[in-house]
């Protein structure tokens, strides 16, 4: 275990049993997204190389735009 999560957990200790639940969904819920996502990408990378090729080409054809930060 790193010393940050170390550090996060002995936090998370000092909290009411709730908001150590409540914390404890959110991470549990992340970390599922994420080996879905994880499984997703693994079974598709050739459509994923594919859409980054069209994002370059659209790009590169003058026909994206820059976002702008203020506006998001």
Do not use: C, V, Y
Not at 14 to 35: F, G, S, V, W
């Amino acid at each position: 275990m790193t010393e940050l999560l170390t550090l996060a957990i002995a936090k998370l200790q000092a909290l009411p049993p709730d908001e150590q639940d409540a914390i404890a969904t959110i991470l549990l819920e992340e970390l599922e997204d994420e080996r879905e996502w994880d499984e997703s990408f693994s079974q598709s990378p050739g459509l994923l190389a594919q859409l980054a090729a069209t994002a370059m080409a659209e790009h590169q054809a003058g026909e994206t735009q820059e976002l702008n930060p203020e506006t998001l």
